[in-house]
């Protein structure tokens, strides 16, 4: 399937999606104003094999009303509305970038680890429930893990990279995965039963990020200034999260474990935030801050 035909299915599903509810002649109208349309209607033909086409790639079924003649979206799942979500976005993301070759030298991008390589292995196992079979270095440890066999349960991106969690067989136990830490990583024959007490959207509810714990969530309120309160409304650190602003400083509450990867991410904010709650976070922040200071006193 070519990037063109993709680009005009993410067109379609993002202007019937802006509009809810849009007739033909009005999505007529936008399809001749945009960059595909050159100035014409989009024909009968073409809207029905794009109609599946969306159906097929992005599992949103396109509907008419036949009462008022109007194109809709039907209701989607939270979860699957933001895994769509994610794929227009990167695919629109990818339409953009490829039509700035011109001037590459003038666009830097972050560069992360890849994880294409095993990605289309991994959810074809998520697909048919089937077990992995590959090898792991930790950044743990020193030498690499041989042989792991692997129930893919779900994945998830964190911070630009994929992760991978499931039931370890040989532990017997749910563990989470680097994609980029994998060699190896191939689909074996054996299938699985997935454990149907395993409920993957509570999974990582109540974490920070990929670090899962038995602890118990804790209520967590972060002070900041008026300033930084900006950035949190705009990305917020939990999907929990909730902004009491006073005159000269917010309160963000929210609801999570206390997970090494929270403490490092607010580590990183620096004097710009307090932790106000629980005590046991506050006396781990004050604990990091003394230990990274007493390097800088040794060596005065």
Not at 24 to 41: T, Y
Not at 48 to 71: K, S
Not at 109 to 116: A, D, G, I, Y
């Amino acid at each position: 399937m070519s990037k063109e035909l993709i680009n005009r299915y993410v067109w379609l599903v993002d202007t019937i999606r802006r509009y809810g509810r849009i007739s033909r002649k009005e999505l007529d109208a936008c399809w001749r104003r945009s960059s595909f349309g050159d100035g014409r209607p989009m024909p009968r033909r073409t809207f029905y094999n794009y109609r599946q086409g969306v159906e097929q790639l992005f599992g949103l079924n396109i509907e008419c009303d036949t009462t008022t003649y109007e194109y809709y979206i039907s209701e989607e799942d939270p979860h699957d509305r933001s895994v769509t979500d994610w794929l227009l976005d990167s695919s629109a993301m990818s339409h953009v970038l490829t039509g700035a070759r011109d001037v590459a030298g003038k666009i830097f991008l972050e560069e992360v680890p890849s994880s294409r390589a095993f990605l289309g292995v991994i959810i074809d196992a998520l697909r048919e429930n089937r077990r992995l079979k590959f090898d792991y270095h930790s950044y743990t440890r020193s030498k690499p893990t041989s042989g792991i066999v692997f129930e893919p349960y779900l994945l998830k991106i964190f911070r630009q990279r994929w992760y991978v969690a499931g039931r370890n067989v040989a532990e017997g136990r749910i563990k989470t995965y680097a994609l980029d830490r994998m060699n190896s990583c191939v689909m074996t024959t054996d299938s699985f039963t997935p454990d149907p007490t395993f409920n993957a959207e509570s999974y990582f509810h109540d974490a920070f990020g990929i670090v899962v714990t038995e602890s118990e969530p804790r209520s967590v309120v972060i002070r900041t200034d008026p300033r930084q309160a900006k950035y949190f409304r705009a990305l917020p650190l939990h999907h929990s999260q909730e902004e009491m602003v006073h005159d000269e400083f917010s309160d963000f509450h929210m609801q999570l474990r206390l997970t090494d990867d929270f403490v490092a991410e607010l580590l990183s904010y620096g004097p710009r935030i307090q932790v106000i709650a629980p005590p046991e976070l506050k006396a781990r922040m004050r604990s990091e801050y003394q230990q990274a200071l007493s390097l800088y006193d040794s060596h005065a």
